[in-house]
């Protein structure tokens, strides 16, 4: 630990991002420029994110990174073992213990505390890049509260699929004001926006930070005869039971044998671990490992 | 330069101002809630809050601007030390530093429609801070939340400049409070 500044990154970097944090916060869903820097991993894994938990980190917190809901996958855990060795804080996988959670396109299922701050890594935080590709032009949108285009694109997957079929990075407006990207969760998850803890958001590679304040209004974009819906598979876990969690579809042999499983692995542990048990499921044990 | 603008900065700068920012960013997030801020003694008459958040933010790239009762020389060497941050007039200011009656607000840039961040954070030295008085709503406040403001006027005017506008800190002693420009007060 001694080789590296706390958690990496270099003092006058962690100023001018927190000083981008605070503006962000200030201006809830507007997307506050930052000089991203290069980071010990490649761009798309993850660089805002960590960025934003290197200036927020204290030593004194507890830091949990989930990557599509699990603790335990290649991203999670890498990020996780650099900030130990960083910044020499203490690691957790349970939601309720963690005071600092990175995530990468998951909220977990357990609704966040005050005491608890939430990072999001974001790949495209321009929610109407793919609409429009000029920076000058979606900047100048923002500027001039244009937003029709958004609703043109919801309203043309409605005429072709009868429905709005965003299913992740499902558009939201932040308090009336900016149209912003949640980064690609998925729309399950849109609701969980209001949420009690900080929520922030970082994009490396296209150099964006931006944040929600606590109970900030965030409203998912629809139309009144077509309202949003918070959809997911329509099933409940088979390992662990639950019907109200986010589920992942697992191909499970070569005949085309499946199962859907809980997204968030702790909240799906947690349930195992208090005698849930799903349709696949097995009673929990505890790890011979 | 005398000795006293060596001494009284982050004793670990790196654990120091991490600290010290959870504070500045919940209170940033939170309007309305107060927080303790540690580490830093700057020379009279600023605050230890204020000086906290100097320490913490301010460097070569953010201009500050000190009003008259706290342009002192031994603050300018102060802040010169410890942050290298250049000092400069309201209109090119990054973060102002002052009481509220010496603050010229309308001079400070309010950010431009296409980067409303570019904007002034004031650091509002209050003789006292606590949470009675003006009632504050908006994002980062569950329902509603007091704080002791110096007026109402020129912040609520603000807050309808949004997405524009400045952001305020206030301090007193060791105790720091925000506004930003989303909080409505009444």
């Known amino acids: 630990m001694t080789d590296y500044n706390f958690a990496y990154l270099d003092e006058q970097t962690k100023r001018m991002i927190r000083r981008a944090i605070l503006k962000g916060l200030a201006i809830p869903g507007y997307q506050v420029p930052f000089a991203s820097r290069e980071m010990p991993m490649p761009y798309g894994w993850g660089t805002g994110g960590v960025q934003v938990s290197a200036a927020v980190l204290t030593p004194d917190d507890v830091f949990k990174v989930i990557d599509q809901g699990a603790d335990d996958t290649t991203n999670a855990v890498s990020i996780r073992r650099f900030f130990q060795k960083t910044a020499g804080v203490a690691v957790t996988e349970a939601t309720t213990e963690a005071s600092v959670i990175q995530t990468r396109h998951r909220i977990p299922e357990e609704a966040l505390r005050e005491d608890q701050i939430i990072v999001y890594q974001v790949p495209i935080p321009e929610p109407l890049r793919f609409l ?35 299913s992740y990075a499902y558009p939201v407006k932040v308090e009336g004001r900016y149209v912003m990207d949640p980064s690609p969760i998925p729309k399950f998850d849109n609701p969980k926006l209001e949420m009690a803890g900080i929520q922030l958001f970082g994009a490396g590679r296209e150099q964006r930070i931006y944040a929600l304040p606590p109970y900030t209004k965030v409203v998912s974009l629809d139309f009144d005869d077509f309202p949003f819906e918070a959809t997911k598979a329509d099933h409940a876990c088979d390992l662990c039971g639950a019907d109200d969690s986010y589920l992942d579809e697992l191909i499970v042999d070569d005949a085309g044998g499946r199962m859907f499983m809980c997204s968030d692995t702790d909240y799906c542990g947690k349930r195992r671990k208090d005698g849930h048990v799903g349709a ?10 | 330069m005398q000795v006293t603008a060596l001494e009284g900065g982050f004793g670990n700068a790196p654990i120091d101002s991490a600290h010290a920012f959870r504070g500045v960013m919940n209170a940033m997030a939170r309007p309305g809630t107060i927080h303790d801020l540690a580490g830093a003694t700057p020379p009279a008459p600023l605050s230890v809050a204020a000086g906290v958040v100097l320490l913490t933010l ?60 570019r904007s002034t954070t004031l650091i509002v030295e209050l003789p006292a801070l606590d949470n009675t008085g003006a009632t504050l709503r908006g994002p980062g406040i569950a329902e509603s939340a007091q704080l002791s403001l110096p007026d109402l006027a020129p912040l609520q005017g603000n807050a309808t400049l949004f997405p524009l506008g400045l952001d305020f800190m206030f301090t007193c002693q060791s105790r720091l409070a925000a506004l930003p420009r989303t909080t409505k007060v009444s």
Do not use: N
């Open chain 1, 132 to 166: 429009e590709p000029s920076e000058v032009e979606t900047r100048k949108m923002h500027s001039l509260e244009e937003y029709g285009l958004m609703h043109v694109k919801l309203y043309e997957d409605i005429s072709q699929h009868g429905a709005i079929a965003t």
């Open chain 2, 58 to 117: 301010c460097d070569p790239d953010t201009p500050v601007f000190l009003a008259p009762s706290r342009d002192t020389q031994a603050l300018r060497d102060w802040i010169t030390f410890h942050t290298g941050a250049p000092f400069s007039g309201p209109d090119q200011a990054v973060f102002a530093v002052g009481a509220w009656d010496e603050l010229p607000l309308t001079s400070f840039p309010i950010g431009t429609s296409q980067y409303p961040d």
């Open chain 1, 280 to 289: 696949q499921g097995v009673p929990y044990q505890e790890d011979a490992a």
